[in-house]
Every structure is written in C-alpha cells, then in structure tokens.
C-alpha cells in the first residue's frame, strides 16, 4: 500500500488522503510538498533523502506546491522517480489507479475535506496562486458524496478544507455548509479550516448563530494587527474590520472560541507594528494561534521589499507564541468546571466543540466516541477532564 507523507496545510492531509486511495496496493512513498516557507521545503527534501536511504529502490513521487513551482530541484532528489504537479495530483491515472474515485481509505474520527483549491488574491507573500492557480470550488454533490462516505466509515467530524474555502462559489460557503448538514444529517460535527476575515457570507453568519452541529470555533486567516503592515501584504481587511468581526462572532455564538493564523517579521515590520500584533491577539480576544516567522518566497513583491533579519524574524515569532500560549491558557482556565462535549480521536484523548484539546481520566473509550467530561485541570497540551 502507498504511504504518505504530508507537509503543510490541512488541504494537503485531505488531499494526501485522496491520493492514498487512488494509489491503492502501490508500493510507493508520496510525498506531499509545501511551499509557504524555506523550513517546510527543507523538512520535505531531508525526509526524501532519508527515505531513499532507508528503503533504496522504492519509488518515491513528490507533489504538492513546491514540487509544482520547481519540479526539476524535486525531480533531481535521490529516489525520486516521478514529480507530479498539482494540476494532476488528484487523477486516478497519475498514481497508476483505474478510474474509481478516493473513498475514505480507513476509519478515522475526524477527517479533512478538500471544497476548494487556487486562490486569486496574490498577497505579496505568498505563491500559492502559482502553485495551486486561479481559485476552484468542488461541486457540492461531489463533497456530500464523499461525506457521506466518511461518515459511513465512522467519521464524526468533518473539517472543510481549501487554500481560501471563504471564496467558494456557488453557492457560498455558508450555502455548501448549510446543504452538506441537510444531506448528511447523521454527521455530528461540522467545522471549517482558516477562513478570510473579508469573505464571510450571510449564510455563514446564520449558521454560526444557529446551527449546533456547526462547531463553535473560527480560525480566521489574519496574518498581522497592523494595518500598514496588513496594507503592504495585499489583505484585504483592516485591523477594525478583524475586531468587528471578532466581537459579531461572540454576539451570535457566546462562548465561541477564535483562533488565527499571524505571520510576525514581515518586511518592514517596526516593534511598533509588531507591538499592534501582539496587542491585536487581546483586542480580538484570540485562543488559538497558528504562527510562521516570515519567509521570503522566490518571486513575491515581499521578497524584493526591505527585510526584517531572520533573527529577529525568529525573536518575534517565540514573543507571539509566548502571548499566544497565554491567550490559550487564559481560554482554558475559563473551562476549568465545565462539562464539555469531547470527540475522541484516541481512546483518552480528543478535542472539545470549541476545538480545546482534552485529555480523559476515568475511563477511556473509543475511538469516535462522543463523550461528555468535566474539566478538571489544565496541562501544557490543553485541558484534562473526566467522565461526566
């Protein structure tokens, strides 16, 4: 059987899946590359070299969007013997397969779903449009097909997944969520991976406030708190545009726990700017954030704009995960005494609805089980709790 190693964001664990299933009883390692930054290029080429090491003559095929954006670097890696680009990644006939489609290839308790690939936004940092090219949106009978067979398998918690799902078009994003609960009302859990701040739906905000089988957690794709700084990225929000969003999220959906990705060392970036990111963290009431130090990407404007050093790339960065680690524990303390759902994705250990990680005492259970537990105290990893 194939195996798979991914590097990257969660579109590329769905799509690894996906790739798995479609190579079926091939003997071939698949790595699933990443472009975002220098350190997840580096991570995938050292784990090549010690695959083609540790099992010399087996096949190994690289994808994903660094191998896309320079497949002749990837191609000449020891043990490589075939580099396939994004654009074919997801054909039946580029992993040797007959046609048939990917289907959920093992039992797991909560899977990733790709809606939506390719983005046309061109933030100066980053080069998933060349990539991954213009955005593309999944048909919604194609997503509540595999589901449906997700859930058929056991999965009871489904997390849509895309370079910038917020861009899904007919319908929206709201509407492909609102459908896909209506046809699969046996899935429990419903959440969306990181969403941008500027393309919520109407749709979208009706489930936040409404739907209980909408999990109440957002991940918000931000990037920074400084609004010069946001500027020179090419968002397309504001610092007062994320707070308002923030604070409309909690008023539908109280109690609802944020989470954002945060790039700190931007070009240009002054402790000034950087102290507005550090500040924005508590001005959007942030639990969870997911952090990259700046890295200059071949090509992007941001590359050729004046640069923050590396080391005080990687200062800021550990700064912003120290504040982020106490906003998360701040969120976790607030549910200390607190009965809480828990989706077990090992037999002691699961998320919460507001995707807090949980440990269990008293009892473990199964995998996928749905439990209730109180949460009794806290560790670094998140809460701990017992069988209610």
Known sequence: ???????????????????????????????????????????????????????????ILVTGCAATLAPAA??????????????????????????????????????????????????????????????????????????????????????LTGVDIASYAEPRLGGLARQLLDAVPDLPRLRLSSL?????????????????????????????????ILKRMRRRHSRADLVA??????RLRPGLALGADLIAGFPTETEDHFAELLDGVEACGLAFLHIFPYSPRPGTPAARMPQVPAALRRDRAARLRETGGRAARRFHEGRLGRTERVLL???????????????????PGQRGELRQARVVGLDDDGLIAEVA
Do not use: Y
């Open 1 to 59: 059987m194939a195996e798979t190693l991914t590097f990257g964001c969660r579109l590329n664990a769905a799509e690894s899946d996906a790739m798995r299933s479609l190579a079926g009883a091939r003997d071939a390692l698949i790595v699933n590359t990443c472009a975002v930054t220098a350190e997840a290029e580096a991570q995938a080429r050292q784990a090549i070299r010690k695959a083609a090491r540790d099992a010399p003559g087996r096949p």
């Open 74 to 159: 990837w191609a000449a890696l020891p043990g490589v013997a075939e580099v396939i680009p994004n654009s074919r990644k997801l054909r039946p006939e580029s992993w040797g397969g007959t046609g048939a489609e990917p289907v959920a290839a093992s039992f797991r308790a909560r899977a990733f779903v790709g809606v939506q690939t390719g983005c046309d936004h061109h933030c100066t940092f980053c080069t998933i449009p060349a990539g991954r090219g213009a955005s593309r949106s999944i048909p919604v009978a194609a997503v509540v097909k595999r589901v449906r067979a997700l859930v058929a398998a056991g999965c009871r918690e489904v997390v």
């Open 196 to 228: 941008d701040p500027a393309a919520l739906d109407d749709d979208l905000w009706r489930l936040v406030a409404e739907e209980p089988r909408f999990m109440p957690h957002l991940h918000l794709s931000m990037q920074h708190g400084a609004d010069l």
């Open 245 to 250: 969003l923030c604070d409309r999220a909690r």
């Open 345 to 363: 994705e090992r037999p002691d250990r699961g998320h919460t609805e507001h995707f807090a990680a949980l440990r269990l005492h008293g009892g």
